[in-house]
C-alpha cells in the first residue's frame, strides 16, 4: 500500500466501500458531499467500480440509495466482460486452486474457492479487472492468508501485483477537507 498517491491514477471501488460508507460514515442524508466526491471522481476519469459490485448493489430494496446509485451511475461501472480480464480471472482461479488447495481445512477452503470462482461474486473479477486495466483497487478488507473461509481481495491482489488502498488513503490523496475532489 502507499499512502502518497498522486497523478493518473484511476481506481475501482470494492463494494463494501460503497456499502460501509452508506451505512456507518457517510450515510447519504448526513453527508452528501462525499457521494459527490465520488460522483465528481468519476467524472474526472479517476473513481469507478465493475459490473458485478454493479449487481451487488442492486441486491437491495429498491428504495436503498445504494441500488439507486447503482442504477443513475451506470457509467461509473465497467463491463468485466472482456477479454483481458477474463484471461486475468482464468490466472486468478488457477492461483487460488493452487495454493487454496494446500490449506488444511478442505471443507472450508473448498466452500472459499467456489465462492471466489462465482460469477456473481465481484472480488476476483475486481483484481482481474485492476490487474488487465492498471487501476487501483480501494477496499476495507485486510491481508489475511491463514483465512480459510474466504478469499481476501489484497492477498488475490497482491499476486497479480495490483496496489491495494482504503477509503481513507483515497480521501487523503483525492480530496480537500471538505470532500471537494482534488
Request: proline fraction near 2%; hydrophobic fraction near 40%.
Amino acid at each position: 500500500m502507499t499512502g502518497n498517491l498522486v497523478g493518473n491514477e484511476r481506481y475501482l471501488f470494492d463494494t463494501n466501500i460503497l456499502i460501509n460508507a452508506k451505512n456507518n460514515y457517510y450515510h447519504p442524508d448526513i453527508v452528501p458531499a462525499f457521494w459527490q466526491w465520488v460522483m465528481d471522481g468519476h467524472k474526472q476519469g479517476c473513481f469507478y467500480s465493475i459490473d458485478k459490485v454493479s449487481n451487488e448493489l442492486k441486491k437491495g430494496d429498491e428504495t436503498d440509495y445504494l441500488q439507486q446509485f447503482a442504477l443513475n451511475h451506470q457509467s461509473m461501472f465497467l463491463s468485466s466482460n472482456d477479454i483481458s480480464c477474463i484471461a486475468e480471472y482464468a490466472k486468478l482461479q488457477t492461483w487460488v486452486n493452487t495454493v487454496w488447495t494446500q490449506k488444511k481445512n478442505l471443507n472450508k477452503t473448498s466452500k472459499a474457492i467456489e465462492v471466489f470462482a462465482s460469477e456473481t461474486n465481484a472480488d476476483a473479477f475486481l483484481v482481474a479487472y485492476a490487474k488487465a486495466h492498471s487501476f487501483i483497487i480501494v477496499t476495507n478488507e485486510t491481508s489475511d492468508l491463514q483465512c480459510q473461509t474466504n478469499v481476501k481481495i489484497p492477498d488475490a491482489a497482491n499476486y497479480c501485483g495490483v496496489e491495494v488502498i482504503n477509503l481513507y488513503q483515497l480521501l487523503l490523496a483525492h480530496s480537500h477537507n471538505n470532500f471537494q475532489f482534488k
